[in-house]
């Protein structure tokens, strides 16, 4: 790496999806306060618009080969595949064009571990690379355990394991703790959720090859996944940094979602420590039978809450006239919210989330407790460490029904066990803000690899 001193831009590349944008923004900004020029290489849609929050940031186009509408047809696994085999050729001009506009002052390529075809560019232009995973490391872990099955073990018959249960074929692994990795055991490995098995398990082989990627970022803290973090920094063989929870040092929003931030206003209305806060992410489709059960339920529990809609009213206007007068008494429904704000304010006393990586470090790091429903992935990992591990929540587990949901709320609102909850996410907060203060675990990870930038 010639002349590395002098190369002070980083390109990062992120997977066009909110949940994937926000914490490269941070990231971004991250670097961006110690020095580094910003370049953003996004698709054509779900862009993030320039003028907000970024001053100084660069953002190219990469143009898209494949269209949006393929996403619905081929579903998000198989879209993420043939996105990276269509995107490679693209991402190379891109990078073409960067060199000639910057004279060659690239330090680094940041891309979304499952925007893999980049590493391609790199390696043709002699630009190091390093992976950005914005899930947790015990999720990334998971899937390095995974690979490893099944190319030794598990689905030499991929016809048969497409069918069955992989516990079908190995019983015995049910309820084995995989090594190093508790509380993780091995049937929680099996994908759930999302698609057709043959597909992810490609895209799985190509996330967890880390080709000539010299380095690996995650959004989390060794308060939070010690045991994931060592096992991945023996596992990986590259270094590993933990700089997370990146929003509480980022300075701007990087929603790709207007925010409507009346909800704040009717917060404001609230006695502390009150209101549920409901958003299951911006990708959440529910069935109207269970937006209504939940809506009873969170009625019925007496709460206040706020709920987060974010794909339109997903079967509210279905309610009934006696319904919708409980839930316009009790409740506040908006589209999208201001959710770091919300988290920290005074009125809401628990987070009803999907379990998102992103969501779940925003929760903890402002003390709220949380009821866990998730649908799939990773999702399920963050619900078991909220629960099981950290004991700052429950999971709703089954099909949702009222009197589940009023108990669920209550429990975590009203009861002692709810109080118990909140103190010990408010003892896991000062941990994590601790680790981005100065001399912090996460402080001092995001100083080392900005040493590993300039002088690698």
């Known amino acids: 790496m010639e002349n590395k001193q002098a190369k002070r831009r980083i390109v990062l590349v992120p997977v066009p999806a909110q949940g994937h944008v926000t914490p490269f923004m941070q990231l971004g900004q991250a670097l961006s306060s110690k020095g580094f020029s910003i370049t953003v290489a996004q698709g054509q849609f779900n862009c993030v618009s320039p003028p907000q929050g970024f001053p100084g940031f660069q953002f190219v186009t990469i143009p898209e080969s494949l269209p949006e509408s393929e996403l619905k047809r081929l579903g998000m696994?198989?879209?993420?595949?043939?996105h990276n085999k269509t995107n490679e050729a693209s991402f190379k001009n891109c990078i073409a064009q960067l060199l000639l506009q910057h004279g060659n002052d690239i330090s680094c390529i940041i891309y979304d571990e499952s925007m893999y075809s980049c590493e391609a560019a790199a390696r043709e232009f002699n630009i190091p690379s390093v992976i950005f995973t914005t899930t947790s490391a015990t999720n990334h872990a998971s899937r390095c355990v995974f690979s490893k099955l099944n190319a030794e073990r598990?689905?030499?018959?991929i016809e048969g394991a497409l069918n069955h249960s992989l516990m079908a074929y190995h019983p015995e692994l049910k309820e084995k703790v995989v090594e190093n990795l508790y509380p993780l055991r091995y049937k929680h490995l099996l994908p759930s959720g999302l698609g057709p098995l043959e597909p992810l398990l490609e895209l799985r082989r190509e996330v967890v090859n880390k080709r000539t990627a010299s380095a690996f970022i995650i959004n989390t803290s060794s308060c939070l996944e010690s045991?994931?973090?060592?096992w991945l920094q023996q596992e990986l063989r590259i270094p590993v940094y933990s700089l997370g929870p990146l929003h509480i040092t980022a300075l701007a929003s990087s929603s790709l979602l207007k925010q409507d931030r009346s909800c704040l206003e009717w917060l404001n209305k609230q006695k502390p420590r009150s209101v549920i806060y409901i958003s299951l992410g911006s990708m959440a489709h529910m069935e109207?039978?269970?937006?209504?059960?939940m809506a009873w339920g969170l009625s019925n529990s007496n709460q206040p809450f706020l709920w987060v809609t974010p794909n339109g009213?997903?079967?509210i206007e279905l309610f009934s006239e006696e319904l919708s007068k409980m839930v316009s008494e009790r409740?506040?429904?908006v589209k999208w919210a201001p959710q770091t704000e919300v988290l920290a304010h005074p009125a809401v006393g628990g987070f009803w989330s999907h379990c998102g990586w992103n969501s779940t470090l925003e929760s903890i790091a402002e003390g709220v407790p949380m009821i866990c429903r998730p649908f799939h992935g990773e999702q399920k990992f963050n619900a078991m460490y909220i629960e099981s591990v950290w004991s700052v929540g429950i999971q709703l587990e089954g099909e949702v029904e009222r009197g589940q949901v009023e108990r669920a709320v209550k429990r975590l609102i009203v009861d002692e066990e709810g109080a118990c909850m909140r103190e010990r996410a408010l003892v896991l907060k000062e941990k994590v803000k601790a680790s981005v203060r100065a001399g912090g675990s996460s402080y001092n990870a995001l100083d080392e690899l900005v040493k590993y930038l300039k002088t690698g």
């Open 77 to 82: 696994v198989e879209f993420a595949i043939k």
């Open 154 to 157: 598990f689905f030499s018959d």
């Open 227 to 230: 045991s994931s973090l060592s």
């Open 288 to 293: 109207t039978k269970e937006v209504l059960e």
């Open 313 to 315: 009213d997903d079967g």
């Open 331 to 333: 409740g506040y429904i």
